[in-house]
Nanobody, 114 residues
Framework: QVHFVESGGGLVQAGGSLRLSCAVSLSTFRLNAFGWFRQAPGSQRELVATIGPDGATTYPNSVKGRFTISRDNAKNTVYLQMNSLKPEDTAVYYC????????WGQGTQVTVSA
């Protein structure tokens, strides 16, 4: 069973930045791809960034150019740098394995005020 512990969320004004962290308990961390997901109230969970074991990244158009996913294999940690935040980015953010979803962590709340 893989465990995820997300942190770094908070309340920020529109245009601001946050950096999220996700500590992952997985012995084969460096061999896996990871993703950041978010879920806003009343909406389905959506994938907002992925990073492969080779560092290759993907983003949907809604966050491209504003969000950056990265990883530290030595720390078993995945990061999400979020810049130019918008009120529509307000959601609970989670990390997981996009190709083999495991039990979700508690997530971290991001609230962007107008």
């Amino acid at each position: 069973q893989v465990h995820f512990v997300e942190s770094g969320g908070g309340l920020v004004q529109a245009g601001g930045s946050l950096r999220l962290s996700c500590a992952v308990s997985l012995s084969t961390f460096r061999l896996n791809a990871f993703g950041w997901f978010r879920q806003a109230p009343g909406s389905q969970r959506e994938l907002v960034a992925t990073i492969g074991p080779d560092g290759a990244t993907t983003y949907p158009n809604s966050v491209k150019g504003r969000f950056t996913i990265s990883r530290d294999n030595a720390k078993n940690t995945v990061y999400l740098q979020m810049n130019s935040l918008k009120p529509e980015d307000t959601a609970v953010y989670y990390c997981n394995l996009p190709l083999a979803l495991n039990r979700w962590g508690q997530g971290t709340q991001v609230t962007v005020s107008a």
